[in-house]
């Protein structure tokens, strides 16, 4: 028997279910979500918010939120390395060094250049609350059910019919046409026989969440603290990394999460009665005052899973991607993979598209994960080679690294030596810091669009530099258009109800295009007439003639892009969007 008959069921009220749940409800599709746990994350787990994530929640009416509690960028747009807080020997509370990071800084200018939205930080204790409330407003009343979970599932070509036990323990059944998996690979990819790709198992990284007055010696400019010093060297004590979590930003935050490295076998990793007072040895603050909120384990892994779609049932999220923290992409990537899945379920649910458009979800978001996941690891291991670069010797005599540091510190030929080889490797990290590329250039090849032959831009190794462009696959670039006297992004442009835009010139060839669409919500923006380019951008970007045109889909990806108009902009426009909504 079937309880429920709806539309989407959401399995997770994480990052990446909570969002989903946002985006379907703005898109005016029915869903059903259900959560475990009594309440969201009790941890900080993921902070870090690219722009990419904040111009997402932006267009749905959830950034101002968002930034109201995030971290502004001043006061967390910078990373150091240091011995230790405090300490009075030598050694001790020496920074060596610093670099600016998610848009601060020196970076200011690109990031402010290449998005209407800056990046911020807001762990995801506070964050998940947020994206609950903004849910529970949109959806209809009981939609929203935490403390259920999902114990069976199967799927057949119609639909999916799954078994829910609420927090009585009475199932439930619910039969669904789509199922969205946003568990973090919990429940329905196992229950899927869904294969993990890639290396698991690689370290016992423990994590504890703290209060904690730091503010005589937390840089009030610096999310993270890396810690390196020679007392625990080789003991996996002399290192680990610190970052603050707000509510307060800046050096007044309240709240910090350290995270150390073991291995599997040491048996102090589950001693948590010496973990606290290891943290005060870490930063030698040896009486300082610290609440304990929460001692985490987690293993670094850097998985993909073999397929993102099993018939009607789509994995998105940790379920389909789990790696290292290093660059932040685990909740970026699974707010972006619900953004990319939401507007293709509406539309076939809506009856605008086929369903093979839902096809299109794995070969445009599975490559972006496998790129985000070996990124990660590749970020996460360089670590290695910036404490390499300091010399220290693993394992050696703590005499040994003393030597090592102290001439790194002085005031000699070597030391400086010593200090220019570090920043010189150091610097490398900005691979974590500062991936601008990698979190706005990413694009895709294949999918829900009509690809036109050109070259992408080049992209830069290291991840940095960003080239704008509507190549169709690519995310829209930025530029500040004027309507009425009132400022916008090209990306206001779609709104969060699954709108198509048309970005043309002043000249009315395209206008009767609107009509192509049947059914679709399609506008023609004429960027010269009713919008003015503020500054000149789209038109140094647009990379078409200005009497040609750009289609840009509800996600503020570029669908097709072409010159004209042609004698029949309606023909032309209905056949570009019966590829791409079948599926490109
Ligand atoms: C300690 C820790 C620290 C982290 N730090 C970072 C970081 O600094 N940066 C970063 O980018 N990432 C970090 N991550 C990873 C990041 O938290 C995840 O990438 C992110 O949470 C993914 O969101 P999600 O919604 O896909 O999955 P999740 O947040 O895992 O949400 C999945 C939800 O599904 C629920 N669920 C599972 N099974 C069922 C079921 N059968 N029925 C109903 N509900 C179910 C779970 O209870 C959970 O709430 C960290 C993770 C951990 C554990």
């Known amino acids: 028997m079937t309880d429920i008959e709806v539309p989407v069921l959401i399995v997770g009220g994480g990052g990446c279910g909570l969002s989903s749940s946002i985006f379907l409800s703005d898109l005016g599709v029915d869903h059903l979500l259900v959560e475990r746990h009594v309440s969201t994350s009790n941890l900080p787990k993921a902070h870090y918010l690219n722009q990419r994530t904040m111009e997402v929640l932006r ?141 698991t198992g690689l370290l016992d990284l423990v994590s504890m969440h703290f209060s904690a007055d730091l503010s005589r010696w937390w840089d009030d400019r610096c999310l993270i603290t890396f810690f390196l010093n020679p007392d625990g060297g080789g003991s996996g004590w002399g290192s680990g990394a610190m970052a603050q979590m707000g509510p307060t930003w800046g050096a007044h935050s309240e709240d910090f999460n350290v995270v150390f490295a073991f291995r599997p076998d040491d048996p102090a990793r589950f ?56 660059t932040g992409l685990g909740l970026n990537t699974a707010i972006q993979d619900a953004h990319n899945l939401a ?27 496998a790129r985000n996941v070996e990124w990660a690891m590749f970020t996460f291991l360089n670590h290695a080679v910036v404490d390499a670069a300091m010399g220290f010797l693993p394992g050696a005599p703590p005499e040994a ?103 043309t010139g002043p000249e009315p060839g395209w206008a009767e295009v609107a009509s192509a669409g049947s059914g679709l919500d399609l506008h023609v923006v004429a960027v010269g007439s009713e919008y003015e380019d503020l500054d000149g951008t789209w038109a140094r970007l647009r990379e078409v003639p200005q009497s040609g045109a750009v289609l840009v889909r509800p996600d503020n990806h570029v669908a097709w892009r072409g010159a004209g108009p042609p004698d029949d902009p309606v023909a032309v426009l209905r056949a570009v969007l019966g590829t791409v909504l079948g599926g490109g």
């Open 59 to 199: 267009q749905h009416g959830v950034a101002d939120d968002v930034y109201a509690q995030g971290a502004p960028m001043e006061k967390f747009g910078r990373i150091r390395w240091m011995t230790s807080l405090g300490g009075d020997g030598p050694l001790d509370g020496r920074t060596f060094f610093e670099i600016d990071g998610f848009g601060g800084g020196g970076l200011a200018e690109a990031y402010e250049r290449d998005s209407a939205c800056p990046s911020t930080n807001l762990p995801q204790l506070r964050l998940e609350p947020i994206l609950r409330g903004h849910a529970e407003r949109r959806a209809g009343p009981d939609r929203i059910r935490f403390s259920h979970e999902l114990l069976e599932l199967s799927h057949d070509p119609d639909g999916v019919t799954s078994v829910v036990a609420g927090p009585d323990g009475a199932r439930i059944t619910v039969r669904s046409r789509y199922v969205i998996a946003a568990d973090g690979g919990k429940a329905v990819g196992p229950m899927l026989d869904v294969g993990m790709q890639g290396p």
């Open 271 to 326: 001693d948590e009665d010496s973990i606290i007072p290891k943290v005060r040895d870490l930063l030698k603050l040896p009486d300082l005052d610290i609440t304990c909120h929460k001692i985490n384990h987690w293993i670094v892994e850097g998985v993909l899973a073999e397929r993102y779609q099993v018939g009607r049932v789509l994995l998105g999220g940790d379920a389909a991607h789990r790696h290292p923290p290093t």
């Open 343 to 369: 507007w293709k379920l509406a539309a076939v649910l809506n009856g605008q598209a086929p369903e093979s458009l839902i096809d299109t979800y794995e070969p445009e978001r599975r490559p972006v994960g």
């Open 401 to 503: 690294n003393h030597a090592i540091f102290t001439e790194f510190l002085s005031d000699t030929p070597m030391g400086a030596t010593r200090r220019a080889r570090f920043a010189e490797v150091a610097t490398t990290q900005r691979v974590e810091f500062q991936a601008h590329d990698l979190e706005l250039g990413f694009h895709y090849p294949a999918g829900a669009l009509v690809a036109d032959g050109s070259p992408p831009p080049p992209r830069d190794p290291m991840g940095g530099t960003y080239h704008p462009t509507t190549r169709p696959g690519h995310r829209l670039p930025h530029a500040w258009l004027v309507r009425d006297g009132a400022l916008l992004s090209t990306h206001d442009l779609t709104g969060p109800g699954g709108r198509w835009v048309l970005i």
